[in-house]
């Protein structure tokens, strides 16, 4: 038996073994720090939007129906106690845009969804139309 040649496979398959546990180790190394990486990636997106949000106050581009505009704030008033009656479960904004008190009703985000809710409540306020707005995210809970 030629023990050199023995010695030689053994040799080489040592300095295999090695080679592949090193280069398991980068792996296993790279593996984590590619972790972390991304884990800071994240929270700066987190906390860009953060950011963003209190920039905003929270609100986006979006749609609401006007329901109501008049320069009398009582029939303003009125009109929006009216919808709130029957449509509690949509919220209802009022603003004032010189000369006139608006009434504005809905958060939502594409003009189907507000157009789907425009139908429901076009039978009490039939000179309601849909406006892009800023609108507040719901509040869950």
């Not at 608006?102 to 594409?110: A, S």
Request: with cysteine; net charge positive.
């Amino acid at each position: 038996m030629d023990f050199g040649y023995f010695w030689t496979v053994k040799k080489h398959l040592l300095w295999l073994i090695l080679l592949c546990a090193g280069h398991v180790g980068f792996c296993q190394q790279t593996g984590d720090n590619s972790q972390i990486q991304t884990a800071l990636k994240v929270r700066a997106l987190v906390e860009k939007k953060a950011d963003y949000h209190k920039k905003t106050n929270g609100e986006y581009e979006g749609y609401r129906i006007k329901i109501h505009f008049s320069a009398d704030r009582s029939a303003a008033n009125a009109v929006k106690t009216k919808f709130l009656a029957k449509y509690s479960d949509i919220a209802a904004y009022d603003d004032y845009l010189q000369p006139n008190f608006v009434i504005m009703v809905g958060d939502f985000k594409t003009k189907l969804e507000a157009f789907e809710t425009l139908k429901k409540i076009q039978v009490d306020f039939p000179n309601a139309f849909i406006i892009k707005s800023k609108i507040r995210p719901m509040k869950i809970g």
